[in-house]
């Protein structure tokens, strides 16, 4: 079944760093979305990306999509302490009826 | 800004006791979404709901679970016979488009089953 795939599995950066997530997924999908969550929590929605877009940005978020290899990467840039959390790519494929494929997540640390 | 409740934030039960998870999805979303997230593991897709009946399940998704939206507002999961790996997070979801739109989760009910 067609399923997202995050690496690395655990990042840990400093304060101000950038960090780089990426996401691979199996088959043809209609939108890709990079969700948050803070341990223990819901799921914050970060960002959507089309499969006809190639990149989107939302502050200081950076998400790129290349559907010829199945795969996305989000980039947060001058990180924070306070984005330490698990981020998770979720796939909706072109001919589903709505449902998320999400993946394994990666946890971010973030030292100050 | 719309969001998503949820109630109870946690709910304790004895394996074998029913449950039922409420959800308040946004109110001018069509397509209700259940989740679970089993403790250290991904979130895994249960059900959706569209115009009063289910449009698609999971596997996971067998008799012991059911899902129904009694008024305009609410959404709920019931679980019949609760066992001790239904113990999982569980999140609603909502949208208004479900292939175009963002899905809106809820901030998740912890069911612990004892």
């Known amino acids: 079944s067609q399923q997202g795939e995050e690496d690395p599995q655990a990042l840990s950066i400093q304060e101000g760093e950038n960090a780089t997530m990426n996401c691979s997924y199996k088959?043809?999908?209609?939108?890709l979305q990079w969700y948050r969550q803070n341990s223990g929590r819901g799921l914050v929605h970060l960002i959507l990306?089309?499969?006809?877009?190639r990149e989107k940005h939302s502050g200081r978020l950076r998400v790129t999509l290349d559907t010829s290899k199945k795969s996305s990467s989000l980039l947060i840039t001058a990180s924070r302490a306070a984005d330490t959390a698990s981020y998770f790519c979720?796939?909706?494929?072109?001919?589903?009826?709505?449902?998320?494929?999400f993946g394994r997540g990666t946890q971010l640390t973030v030292w100050p | 800004e719309p969001e998503v409740t949820q109630t109870p934030s946690h709910q304790v039960t004895q394996m074998g006791q029913e449950v039922i998870l409420r959800c308040v999805p946004i109110s001018n979303h069509l397509y209700f979404y259940w989740y679970r997230q089993i403790l250290g593991q991904k979130v895994e897709f249960l059900v959706s709901f569209y115009n009063n009946e289910i449009s698609e399940k999971s596997e996971i998704f067998d008799d012991q679970f059911s899902v129904e939206r009694p008024d305009g507002s609410n959404f709920t999961l019931k679980i019949r016979s609760t066992k001790l790996e239904d113990s999982a997070m569980y999140f609603c979801a909502s949208t208004q488009d479900r292939l175009t739109d963002t899905q809106y989760f809820g901030p998740g009910t912890r069911l612990t089953v004892l």
């Open positions: 979720a796939t909706l494929r072109g001919s589903t009826l709505g449902r998320l494929y």
């Open positions: 088959t043809s999908i209609n939108n």
């Open positions: 990306i089309r499969s006809n877009e």
